[in-house]
């Protein structure tokens, strides 16, 4: 276990050991057109690495604070009230004072305001007389769709809802990404929204007036590692040439760009710089998509946090399937426990991990998929070895081999049909499992279906979806290869 252990922080760790700027962003479109716009500046400047997608932002700036990455696009709102937990407004020069003591600073003011809002389809709240904030409390049967975030920020749903004493119990959580199609189709009436959101003028929705000026500005500025600037002297300087480059109509046309023309986040964000850096950046259909230049780099991302904690999850659950059937006092403890850790909510335990091992990335991810890869593992094991007959048993005895050799030589082997099971069950859950690890940058195939569900765009998502699903139909394949051979290798056992 402490082998294993040490390999995931060798791998977790091996991107660190060059000196490479990170840039990360969170996952919904602007965070992830604003940091290929990060990427455009310091092109040829400094050894760049893209994290796109990270999470929310507790996700993204744990990661800035853990030194996963050195700099994303942030909000001054955001950064006083989510992460600083103050009131009011702050002034550039305070937050960087509050910042200093974490090695954290605001620069770069780009040049927008994105402000939290929400906003109704233009004929319900015309039909109801609803411009402002205030107007939704005469109107308590109203469906709303927040996203998840929104609903947990303390400049969010909590906030807003006492300011204004609306009358609504905590709505369902929405994808961001989905909301406006919910919205079009009237299964919400109210959604959460950002005013440089482009759907906005698509959908024919309506901002209402925050007539009792809750929500702070929210300008969108660098947050970054105070090393930065002497680590990367070069394209720290080409950042800063994006001071107030960026207004809101510039900011909503490349917003536009992603999610209503179908351009990826490097078409949109290359927009900023004018027809010769777009039409350096070609648009692919379906097959370049999916057979993009990032194929095999997350291919290889997804077949490391399968197999690795495969491997380690193999290495622990054997010996304590092993221990479940030797010891019935015991088969209780091991089997409850492993099966209450695969009840675990996926998104639930990489947060936990997160906050355990002080970082996101890899580490925690296969930390995860270990635990997810036990149970069904110990269970075949441990059923593997309860079910061989007692006349087995006893021609083993007979023998008079040693207890431990009787296991290992008799009654594993025996078993080794129902454990390559539970073996095959754990790869194939695995794969599917890994997705989820793009969620705090792990990467893998999971990158495009978060990719694509923040644009609701099926191609993209399709192209992570697709090769993960072909990724597990062929490692079932391979087991099934592999458990006929067993299977006959055993009833040779058997007969021998």
């Avoid at 925690?364 to 593992?377: K, W």
Wanted: glycine share 10%.
């Amino acid at each position: 276990m402490r082998a294993w252990l040490a390999v995931c922080v060798l791998l977790a760790a091996a991107p660190t050991w060059a000196d490479t700027l990170k840039i990360g962003s969170k996952r919904f479109t602007e965070s992830y057109v604003l940091g290929e716009v990060l990427r455009f500046a310091v092109e040829g400047k400094a050894p760049v690495e893209q994290r796109p997608g990270l999470g929310n932002t507790g996700i993204v700036f744990a990661a800035l604070e853990a030194g996963s990455i050195d700099l994303y696009p942030e909000y001054t709102g955001t950064i006083a009230r989510e992460i600083l937990k103050v009131e009011g407004e702050l002034a550039p020069a305070d937050l960087n004072h509050a910042l200093a003591a974490q090695g954290l600073g605001v620069a770069v003011r780009l040049g927008f305001n994105n402000s939290y809002a929400l906003a109704m389809r233009e004929a319900r709240a015309r039909a109801l007389g609803i411009r402002t904030l205030s107007d939704l409390a005469r109107h308590p049967g109203l469906k709303l769709g927040l996203s998840q975030e929104f609903l947990a920020r303390a400049d969010g749903w909590p906030g807003l809802k006492a300011a204004y004493r609306l009358p609504y119990e905590t709505p369902t959580g929405l994808d961001h990404g989905l909301a406006y199609g919910a919205i079009a189709s009237g299964r919400i009436d109210v959604m959460d929204a950002y005013t440089t959101d482009a759907k906005i003028e698509g959908y024919g929705l309506r901002v209402l007036e925050d007539d009792r000026g809750y929500f702070p500005r929210y300008d969108a500025v660098l947050l970054y590692r105070l090393d930065v600037p002497a680590r990367f002297p070069e394209a720290w300087r080409a950042l800063e040439k994006l001071e107030g480059r960026i207004d809101e109509r510039r900011m909503i046309r490349m917003n536009a760009a992603a999610e209503l023309e179908g351009k990826s986040f490097a078409e949109a964000a290359a927009l900023l710089d004018g027809d010769a850096r777009a039409r350096r950046v070609a648009r692919r259909g379906f097959l370049d998509t999916l057979f993009g230049p990032d194929f095999v780099r997350l291919t290889g991302e997804h077949l490391l946090l399968v197999f690795l904690s495969l491997a380690a999850s193999i290495v622990v659950g054997v010996p304590l399937g092993v221990a479940a059937a030797k010891l019935p006092r015991a088969a209780q403890w091991i089997l409850g426990t492993v099966g209450v850790i695969q009840t675990i909510p996926s998104l639930a335990l990489l947060a936990f991990l997160i906050a355990l091992v002080g970082t996101i990335g890899t580490l925690p991810a296969l930390i995860a998929l270990f635990l997810y890869a036990l149970l069904p593992i110990v269970r075949n094991t441990h059923a593997g070895l309860t079910g061989i007959g007692h006349g087995m048993r006893q021609a083993a005895l007979a023998l008079g081999l040693a207890p431990r050799d009787r296991l290992w030589l008799i009654e594993v082997p025996l078993a080794s049909p129902s454990i390559l099971a539970g073996i095959k069950t754990s790869a194939v859950i695995n794969v599917g499992t890994a997705t989820i690890a793009a969620f705090i940058g792990a990467g893998g195939y999971g990158e495009r279906i978060a990719t694509g569900l923040a644009l609701n765009d099926n191609t993209t998502l399709l192209a992570g979806a697709i090769p993960a699903a072909a990724l597990a139909l062929i490692i079932q394949g391979v087991f099934e290869v592999g458990e006929k051979r067993f299977g006959w290798m055993t009833r040779a056992h058997r007969s021998a």
